[in-house]
């Protein structure tokens, strides 16, 4: 069997990355970024948004409760009014769908690596166990 180096495994996660940048989902998501970008009343949002963060921030390293909370609704409400801009329901939906493939190569990779360790020591993939056990219990440890 052929070792594989770190940098080899490096190598090809890098392949996957570009090709996971090529897909439908992140074309889409780089779409719906550039038209956040370019949308002045999302913009404007999101400036409010800051603006009034900084001062919750300040607010409550000086410990004014109760003008805290009248920043942290206000900061609240703008929120909504940002998520129901369509454009940013949409910007959100294809973060989600982009986080949902990279979570689904995460778990294919390590998936599979679990596997291949159960079938590479004579395990059973059904119960999810090595066949280290099997081999200590004939004595032969490591072999």
């Not at 992140?26 to 900084?54: G, P, S, T, Y």
């Not at 690596?113 to 004939?138: F, M, N, P, Y």
């Amino acid at each position: 069997m052929t070792k594989i180096t770190k940098e080899a495994i490096v190598a090809k996660a890098n392949e996957v990355a570009k090709m996971i940048a090529e897909t439908e989902e992140v074309d889409f998501f780089k779409k719906a970024e550039a038209k956040i970008n370019e949308n002045e009343k999302v913009q404007k949002l999101i400036a409010e948004i800051k603006a009034f963060q900084k001062q919750a921030v300040n607010l409550q390293h000086y410990e004014k409760t109760e003008a805290s909370k009248r920043v942290e609704a206000k900061i609240d409400q703008l929120n909504n009014e940002l998520d129901e801009i369509p454009i940013v329901q949409e910007f959100k939906q294809s973060q989600q769908e982009v986080n949902g493939l990279l979570q689904l190569v995460a778990n294919t990779i390590s998936n599979e690596v679990t596997d291949e360790i159960i079938r590479s020591t004579g395990g059973d993939l059904l119960q999810g166990t090595t066949g280290s056990k099997k081999e200590d219990e004939k004595g032969c440890g490591s072999c």
